[in-house]
């Protein structure tokens, strides 16, 4: 078995692990990241980078080399509502560096990360590495074990930080009780050509019984099919001709190549949870990311929490981390400073899920927008807040910790 030390070791490679990576190696820590997976180019994750994660590629100074990848821009989140259209958050109404959504596809982002990590000696990523338990001596985890496509390998670290996303490993391997908060609904992703002559906006139509988040990709068309949880098998038994009728009723202009969805394999489900972790930390141990709390789909916001986390971490950790000194204070202080933020972000979601989508799903038969969607008709300064929300959250995060390594162009 192959040995290794470092300062820190992160299992998981998604945004949270990526980027706490990058900021801790950039910061002079001798950093390893686990990514189970051999490349980044999965299944659809969620595209949505928002302007809080914008603003710290900023602060990266990589803003500009972020936005030469394809990506596109949305500034108004939309909805039908019956028939009625209407806008939930206008970014134009903010004050942000960037005010919009940059949809990109999540194994670019990560890979644009990862490039920019590798310019630090003290990083290390490595692929197809699997986290598969934690070492702990008295009480104190003190590493992992992993397998590699080369074989079995030990990592003592003097932190373990959990990144492996909300089916975390480690989480379970640490002990560390979840909160299930519930949700009323499962997502369908799939993707479909677009043509020029189509709606030319990201737009949630709701109808009773149904709802479908149509995510303008330029070239082709994201759709989040929402259904009401655990319904995926009903639908299935219902058939392929069924599925591609409701489509067609909720976006008409996909009759023409709605029989290109002719296999069940071209459609994602997303079983949505929403649960949090009681304590995110153990000695030697930190859960970021989904690993530490799961969010609903709602809004988009997981991803760019994630980064929110990692950039927390790194604030915070990077210097008992050069000094070798980590305590569980400082552990505690990361979810301190994550918690509330997260559980705002989450108390949204939920009220959305309850007032909105519950009664929706449940096929309310008079479709009528409900209140909150009508207070931001009426009152549109509302679409700023609520973009800013959705956008950038409560007590955004930014890079604090300065750089060890001479910043290469
Ligand atoms: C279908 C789908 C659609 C989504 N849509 C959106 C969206 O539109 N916007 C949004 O913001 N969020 C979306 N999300 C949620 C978003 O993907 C997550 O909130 C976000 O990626 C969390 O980042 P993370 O780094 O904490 O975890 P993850 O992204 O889950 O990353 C965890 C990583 O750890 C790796 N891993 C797991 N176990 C191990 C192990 N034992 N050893 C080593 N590596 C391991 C995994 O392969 C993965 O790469 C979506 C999720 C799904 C599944």
Redesign the pocket.
Known sequence: MEKTSVRCCI?????????AGLLLARAGVDVVV????AD?F???????I?PSTLELMYELGSLDDLLHLPHQKTARLRFQFGDTFGTIADFTRTKLRTPYIAFMP?WDF?TFLSKRAARYPTFTLKMG????GLIEENGLIVGVT?TTPIGPLEIRADLVIA????????RQQAGLAVDELGAPMD?L?FSMPRKPSDPDETMGRIDAGRMLIA?DRQDYWQF?DVIPKGTFEAIKARGLHDFRATLTQMAPYMADRVALLDDWDKI???TVQVNRAKSWHRPGFLC?????H??S?VA????????Q??VAASNILAGPLLAGSVTEDDLARVQKRREFPMRVIQAMQLMIQNRVLTPVLGGAPTLKPPFIIKLLQAFPFLQGLAARLVGVGVRPEHIRTAPHWPEKG
């Open positions: 299992a998981g490679g998604g945004p949270a692990g990526v980027m686990l990514e189970k997976h980044f999965r299944d659809f994750r969620g595209d949505t928002h999540q990560l590495a699997e986290a598969t992993a990144a492996d996303g909300r089916t975390s490993l480690m997502v992703w995510i989040g994602k489900l997303l970021i990311g989904d690993a530490a799961a969010m789909p988009g916001v997981g991803i760019n929490l994630a980064v986390d990692a």
